[in-house]
T-cell receptor
Framework: GAGVSQSPSNKVTEKGKDVELRCDPI?????LYWYRQSLGQGLEFLIY????????KSGLPSDRFSAERTGGSVSTLTIQRTQQEDSAVYLC??????????FGQGTRLTVV | AQTVTQSQPEMSVQEAETVTLSCTYD???????LFWYKQPPSRQMILVIR??????QNATENRFSVNFQKAAKSFSLKISDSQLGDTAMYFC?????????????FGKGTKLTVNP
């Protein structure tokens, strides 16, 4: 596609439920990033995929968070047993070169 | 660990005037990249300008330019002829290529309002 597509745009879930957030990167972009933006804060790195290399998971805040990237394209971020502190905007970006990522419009997650 | 500091939580400017947003960073590395991103209410992060640390010349993109002071670890963004559409959050970001894991480190942002 022409841009990075994220779905859903908004998600409201009950505390304790699992959620899946999806990211469709720009075709041909080998790098894919997930970031989290809490209210009034900057972006916090979560996980990075580069080609077939092992992902950099150093930013995942707990073992309730996991992500996959299938076939070097679509990525899914899964949050298990959601907590209220997981409420945030989750942003995905893809790129061909360091840092110059094209971002999607994000998924706003609200845990009630 | 690298850190990025934006000391101005909010700024405002009149339309057509010039405004400068401040950013400082902390690193011991010599090879890195710096960025300014704009985030309008639509939430989408838009790359405004990029600077490679090895380049002494300041980057410019139309009305946007930077003042990169490597020794001082300062990377300010100047917006000339401000327009209403420039109203947004602006984030300064740093990246250090580190053997295949290049992740952006962001400042907390500056909320810019352009007034008519």
């Amino acid at each position: 596609g022409a841009g990075v597509s994220q779905s859903p745009s908004n998600k409201v879930t009950e505390k304790g439920k699992d959620v899946e957030l999806r990211c469709d990167p720009i075709s041909g972009h080998t790098a894919l990033y997930w970031y989290r933006q809490s209210l009034g804060q900057g972006l916090e790195f979560l996980i990075y995929f580069q080609g077939n290399s092992a992902p950099d998971k150093s930013g995942l805040p707990s073992d309730r968070f996991s992500a996959e990237r299938t076939g070097g394209s679509v990525s899914t971020l899964t949050i298990q047993r959601t907590q209220q502190e997981d409420s945030a905007v989750y942003l995905c970006a893809s790129s061909l070169e360091p840092g110059a990522g094209i971002f999607g419009q994000g998924t706003r997650l609200t845990v009630v | 660990a690298q850190t990025v500091t934006q000391s101005q939580p909010e700024m405002s400017v009149q339309e057509a005037e010039t405004v400068t947003l401040s950013c400082t960073y902390d690193t011991s590395e010599s090879n890195y990249y710096l960025f300014w991103y704009k985030q309008p209410p639509s939430r989408q992060m838009i790359l405004v300008i990029r600077q490679e640390a090895y380049k002494q010349q300041n980057a410019t993109e139309n009305r946007f330019s930077v003042n990169f002071q490597k020794a001082a670890k300062s990377f300010s963004l100047k917006i000339s002829d401000s327009q209403l559409g420039d109203t947004a959050m602006y984030f300064c970001a740093f990246i250090r290529p580190q053997g295949g894991s290049e992740k952006l480190v962001f400042g907390k942002g500056t909320k810019l309002t352009v007034n008519p």
